[in-house]
Each structure stands twice: as C-alpha cells, then as structure tokens.
C-alpha cells in the first residue's frame, strides 16, 4: 500500500484494506446513493493517553473586503428593510453565534494592506470612498470600518483578529491604529476614539503585520519583510499590559519552507505566532481551478488528495519551527484555508462567489483532523471566508440567507473546541482511484474540557463505499452514545434558496455501544460526530 502522510503520525497504526476502484462520473451526472456492502474498520481509542488541548481557536474564521463578504453579507446599514442592529444583518449574527465563532479575521487578505484605518472612522457620511483595486475594481464608502467591526466581534460574543497595513502603510499609522482600539489613556488616538463614540478601549487579543508580503502585500524577499516586521513589531504597544497582544508574522504560501527558515532564524523572538496560507484546488491550476458543483469522481478525488497535503506541509513547517523554538513559543496560524474554484457563472470574477457541496463539508472535517493532529503547534486557523466569499459559511441573497453544508461542519465540530486530543490507533482502508489512493477514513477524538464527554469525528472520503469502524475503548467508560451524521445521495449536493435544507445533518443510527466498544456504520461520503458519555 502508499504510505500516505495523513497517516504516518506516531499515533496512527496502518493497515492496507483494498476497496473497489470506482469508475468517473461524468461531471454532470451525480453519484447515486451508495448501496454497497460496508467495509470492517479496527481502531483504539486511547482515552487513557492524552495529548494537547485543541485550541477553540482552530475553528476561527475570516471576513475580507471582498465582493459581498462585508457588504450585503454582514452589513447592510441601519437604514436597510433587512432586519438589523446597527447595520450588522441579525440574521447572520444568529447563525454564526451558534457556531461558538472563537475569533473573527479583518479586514483582509489583499485588501489589508490597502487599507487606511483612518478613512473608517468618524461620521459614515463624511469618509472617504476608496476602490478596492484587488476586488473588483469596486468603490467602497468604508461605511463598515473600525467601530462596526468591533461592533460584530462584541455581538457575535468573538475574539478579535485585525491584519495592518505594512505593504502601504507606515509603522507610525499601524502604531496609532493600536493606540486607538486598546489605550485607556488620556491620548491623542484613544481621545479621537471617544470623539468617535467609545469611551472605553476594546480588547483586540491578535494583530497581524501584514498579509501576504510575498504577493500581494508587497512581493517582498522573506529577508527584507523580517527586517520590516522586527521594525513595525517595535512599534505596536501594549498599552493593557494584563492582555498583551499576540503579534503575528506573515508566513509562507504553502510549501515555501524557505519563508519560514529565513522567519524564523530573524524575527522568531519578536513574535508570537507565524501564519501559513494553503487553498485546495481540484486542478491544481490558478487559471483553470475547477467548478464548486459540475464535477465528477475525478474531482472529487483530486480535491480531497489536495487537501490532505497540507498535513505534510504542516509537519515540514513545524519541523524547521522546532529548531529555532523547541519550546513551541510561537505558534502556527493557518489564518487563509479552504477550497478555492472558479467563481459562479454570471457572477463578478473579482467578487469570488462560489457554491459549496457536500465536497467541502468532507474537506473542512479533513482539514480540522488535521489541526487536531498538530495541536501542540497549530494555535489558531480562519476558514477564507465567512460569508458569499470563497467556502463559506453561509450565503445571502438580499433578504435571504442559507447555511452551507461547511457551516454545519463547523456547527457539528463545535463540540471539539478546548477540548484534549485523544490519540487514535486506526486501520484504515485505502480509497483509491485513477491509479492514486487516499485514506478511506479519517478520524479525531477529544474529551471536552469539563471532562463530561469525549467526542469522535469521523469522514469517509469514499462516494460509493460505507464502512464500519469497531473503536476499542481504552481508559474509557461510557454509558450512552449518541451522534449526528452529514451526507446526501450525490457529491455535488448543495444547499440554494429555493431548497435551503438539502444538506444538513441529521440523527446518526449507525452507532451502537457495548461494553468498551463502540461499533460505528458511516456512510459512504459523510462527516459524523459521535458524544460518549
């Protein structure tokens, strides 16, 4: 059998299970609903051989200027028949509130390093319009800035994660920027804040230098941008000395481990975290990348192999990480992830809408066992994006809104947030197509933080082939089992706003307990969570 990276970790134990090769669909035919014999699955679950806590920070997400992302997806002003507060859409707030959203990205991406804090503040009616040159070529108000923002993150009950302006800002302009969300003083910036309407300061836990400094944030060489963080780091104060803010460096585009080397033997003391960007694609193609619903097995295939790369390219970044900080000080920032295909026909290029299918579902629960598996570095990620942009929480359309089948990963997945990692010793079979294989299943466990219950998330990548997993209980005793599963007949299922339920979790039967073994059927491309109490 390939060994795959996904599951050569030391907790993982493999074992080779051919299944069927299946043939591709067209991509316009979708796949039937799976009437196949399931295969038998061994695994342990070591509740007796704790690791580290899952940050709740994993499950962050991240809200751009970009297409309607902000406008219309979040903020449609006070004045809108949409109902509002304060502009901010109530509709979405609700829905993201119950995904316990740990923390909140912005404003970008490209676009941060764009943007002038200052053209966001005061009056709406009296800020500057500027254009949005990375998206669209559109003119913005900046009706949603800074005290909208903060705003969101105290209605949505998040943390706070702003990303500055190095590629054309100055360090004096992020410096103020600082002084006027967290200063309690009698100062120039906090006093312009309460000019502005607030009084006390907010609390902004994550501040991001920059964006991207090898692309769009200023096509800068690793060794200069260090030089250019050391030097804006300098300069952001911390003016609560209780909540110290937790400064993080741009980092590498996926595999470009020479980023992270040149970062790391530079700036790692300076900092507190180092982001990474990874998007998936079907095709591996920026110009042609693959449509979010008109596929077939093929890519479905591809998607999902693409997407397990990043657990290499995690364990390869860490390991450079671990020779400059042992000691695990600085922590790795997954703050862009996700899959990332051509945009709807008839929609704005620039504006980046796409559908998401049960494909996505399968690799947002692909992406988070992952997390899971490198927790001791991995100390926050933020999905791009959270709304109408890229895969997405949710999707609006004027007054309507629809959750997307991701948006019930993360709804599912919430369970696992401060909770500890539990290892897993799993056999799992291969899904193998067009000559390449993957696991066939994926799985990740951890008791929660009041130690009331563990929780197991399971995927099965395969379209056509159930399987059935006999989980060995060991150091655990449990009671009551009890779970929710998500799937559909076909892999392009997806839920629009004439059928906004099409994919949603439902009530899992397929689990069973007995003594200590829990005995689980998952359908064939599906994402389940199961609590034992």
């Known amino acids: 059998m390939k060994r795959h990276p996904l599951l050569l970790q030391a907790l993982f134990l493999v074992t080779a299970i051919a299944l069927p090769t299946a043939t591709a669909a067209s991509p316009q035919a979708p796949a039937a609903a799976s009437t196949a014999s399931p295969v038998s699955v061994a695994a342990i679950l070591r509740a007796d051989q704790p690791g580290p806590v899952v940050s709740r920070h994993i499950y962050g997400h991240f809200a751009e200027h970009l297409g309607r992302g902000i406008y219309e997806g979040i903020w449609v002003g006070p004045a809108s028949p949409i109902p509002n507060t304060r ?14 959203i740990p923390v909140l990205r912005w404003p970008g991406g490209c676009f941060a390093d764009e943007y002038h804090w200052k053209d966001g503040i005061g009056p709406r009616e009296q800020r500057p319009s500027m254009i949005n040159t990375h998206w669209g070529g559109v003119v913005e108000d900046n009706s ?23 590629g ?18 009698s100062s120039p910036m906090a006093n312009l804040r309460r000019r502005n309407g607030r ?53 590498a585009d996926g595999s470009n481990y020479n980023w992270t080397e040149v970062m790391m033997g530079a700036a790692a003391r300076f900092m507190s975290g180092l982001s990474l960007h990874y998007y998936t694609l079907p095709t591996g193609n920026w110009r042609t990348k693959g449509s979010a619903t008109t596929f077939g097995e093929d890519q479905w295939f591809s998607t999902l192999s693409r997407t397990l790369k990043l ?52 690799v947002a629960g692909l992406n988070f066992h992952i997390f899971h598996r490198h927790a001791d570095r991995v100390k926050m990620t933020n999905i791009a994006q ?43 079979p291969d899904y193998a197509f067009g000559g390449e294989t993957i696991p066939a299943v994926s799985a990740s466990a951890t008791r929660a933080a009041d130690g009331k219950a563990v929780h197991l998330s399971l995927v099965n990548t395969h379209p056509h082939r ?14 009551s089992v009890a779970g929710r599963v998500l799937t559909a007949p076909a892999m392009q299922a997806h839920n629009t706003f004439a059928e906004p339920h099409a994919v949603t979790p439902v009530p899992f039967d397929g689990v069973r307990l007995a003594g200590s073994t829990l005995t689980v059927t998952l359908p064939a491309k599906s994402v389940a969570v199961v609590e034992l109490k």
Not at 87 to 100: Q, T
Not at 168 to 185: F, K, P
Not at 326 to 343: A, C, F, M, N, S
Not at 395 to 412: A, G, S
């Open 311 to 362: 657990d290499e390219m995690i364990a390869r970044h860490k390991g450079i990480m671990d020779k400059t900080d042992p000691q695990k000080r600085v922590g790795l920032i997954i703050d862009e992830w996700g899959t990332w295909y051509d945009v709807e026909p008839g929609t704005e290029p620039g504006f980046l809408y796409q559908q998401n299918t049960l494909r996505d579902a399968v």
């Open 168 to 185: 054309s800002g100055t360090a004096q302009e992020m410096m103020e920027w600082v002084e006027y969300l967290t200063s309690g003083a």
């Open 87 to 100: 502009g901010i859409r109530n509709d979405v707030v609700a829905a993201l509130k119950a995904l316990n």
């Open 199 to 251: 009084d006390a300061p907010w609390r902004v836990p994550y501040f991001g230098i920059g964006n991207e400094p090898w692309g769009c944030g200023g096509n800068m060489r690793p060794e200069y941008y260090a030089d250019e963080f050391r030097k804006y780091n300098t300069f952001i104060k911390n003016y609560d000395r209780a909540n110290p803010v937790y400064r993080i460096a741009s980092g």
């Open 144 to 166: 949603f800035g800074t005290h909208e923002f903060m705003d969101l993150v105290e209605l949505l009950g998040t943390d706070a994660y702003i990303t500055g302006n190095v």
């Open 466 to 479: 159930p399987v059935t997993l006999a989980v060995a209980l060991a150091g655990l005793s449990a009671t």
């Open 386 to 428: 959270t709304v109408n942009v890229l895969q997405a929480m949710i999707l609006t359309d004027k007054e309507k809104m629809i959750r997307t089948p991701t948006y019930w990963v993360f709804e599912m997945f919430k369970v696992h947030q401060g909770g500890t990692f539990l290892p897993l010793e799993l056999q799992s």
